[in-house]
T-cell receptor, first 113, second 113 residues
Framework: TQLLEQSPQFLSIQEGENLTVYCNSS?????LQWYRQEPGEGPVLLVT?????EVKKLKRLTFQFGDARKDSSLHITAAQPGDTGLYLC?????????????FGTGTRLTIIP | DADVTQTPRNRITKTGKRIMLECSQT?????MYWYRQDPGLGLRLIYY???????NKGEISDGYSVSRQAQAKFSLSLESAIPNQTALYFC????????????FGEGSRLTVL
């Protein structure tokens, strides 16, 4: 079973601060996805990274896939209350015979106005 | 209207009762999934189906069964509910396995007393 550990599990910061969330595994993934989940809703895809070392930007959010494709990070610049939510990474090992996503343990982010 | 609809949204039941959670989708996707979400554990896969004639066990299928009645419908059953099945359950669909985005329903919160 592939495991994806996210850190920190909980993070509460002031509006305007920067933060980084990590997603780590000992397994290699062919791609990695990041989802955000708001209360009472299902997760919604933010981004998919597919190439080792890839960096993708989505407004104030920067996503990076590790060179070895075992880890990823999400950096938020100048956090806003609308960024509050549960952030989940999910690894796809379908190129290695596992045709389903493995989800991380989640980071619950709270931005204080 | 939501593309992936789950019913019921909330259910409280007693130990030993049979429970069915239903999922229907209007996205036209072949692939459907049932996940369970518990705090600190992320999303764990219960069962998945790649088409109407295909049913596969996920990592935590014990105590659950599923039925794929049509391309658009995928139901999850708990034959004899127990308290540790208290959780938030999500149905999801996808078009592709490799790097395919998952589209989630709004979740069904189940409490087993």
């Amino acid at each position: 079973t592939q495991l994806l550990e996210q850190s920190p599990q909980f993070l509460s910061i002031q509006e305007g601060e920067n933060l980084t969330v990590y997603c780590n595994s000992s397994s290699v993934f062919s791609s990695l996805q990041w989802y955000r989940q708001e209360p009472g809703e299902g997760p919604v895809l933010l981004v998919t990274v597919v190439t080792g070392g890839e960096v993708k930007k989505l407004k104030r959010l920067t996503f990076q896939f590790g060179d070895a494709r075992k880890d990823s990070s999400l950096h938020i610049t100048a956090a806003q209350p609308g960024d509050t939510g549960l952030y989940l990474c999910a690894g796809d090992a379908s190129n290695f015979g596992n045709e389903k996503l493995t989800f991380g343990t989640g980071t619950r982010l709270t931005i204080i106005p | 209207d939501a593309d992936v609809t789950q019913t019921p949204r909330n259910r409280i039941t007693k130990t030993g009762k049979r429970i069915m959670l239903e999922c229907s989708q209007t996205k036209g996707h072949d692939r459907m999934y049932w996940y369970r979400q518990d705090p600190g554990l992320g999303l764990r896969l219960i069962y998945y189906s790649f088409d109407v004639k295909d049913i596969n066990k996920g990592e935590i299928s014990d105590g659950y069964s599923v039925s794929r009645q049509a391309q658009a419908k995928f139901s999850l059953s708990l034959e004899s509910a127990i308290p540790n099945q208290t959780a938030l359950y999500f149905c999801a669909t996808s078009e592709l396995a490799n790097t395919g985005e998952l589209f989630f329903g709004e979740g069904s919160r189940l409490t087993v007393l």
